[in-house]
């Protein structure tokens, strides 16, 4: 709930509902449209959002550029892990090519 998330992040129950206003990444489940309830990545969401913001002193427009900026990134490096997943998939196939040759003498 709302409560037990504010009191594990130390934070106040009205800062959470605010930045659920402001980033739209976080969106808790409504049970019965009125209690919240975090999952672990939206904890882990309000976490790097209370780290920018208290620790690191980025504005509401700034964490919400970072976000955007790190949601890219992990895309693109999916994108980059697939492309290589391919390529060690090439390179296998072709060493084994070469050692059946070589078997064949």
């Known amino acids: 709930t709302i409560g037990e998330v ?7 129950q009205h800062v959470l ?9 976080l ?11 975090y999952n672990p990545e939206d904890i882990e969401l309000l976490k790097k959002i209370k780290y920018m913001l208290y620790i690191q002193k980025f504005t509401i427009e700034g964490v919400r550029r970072k976000l955007k900026e790190m949601k890219k990134n ?4 999916e ?26 003498g």
């Not at 969106?27 to 309830?37: F, M, Q, S, V």
């Not at 992990?74 to 490096?77: E, I, M, N, W």
Request: charged share 45%; net charge positive; aromatic share 8%.
């Open 27 to 37: 969106h808790p489940r409504k049970k019965e449209g009125r209690n919240r309830r």
């Open 74 to 77: 992990k895309f693109q490096t």
């Open 17 to 25: 509902r605010y930045w659920e206003k402001e980033f739209s990444q």
């Open 79 to 104: 994108i980059d892990f697939s492309i290589d997943k391919k390529e060690m998939k090439k390179q296998v196939v072709k060493d084994l090519r070469e050692i059946r040759e070589l078997l064949r």
């Open 6 to 12: 504010a009191n594990l992040l130390n934070l106040k």
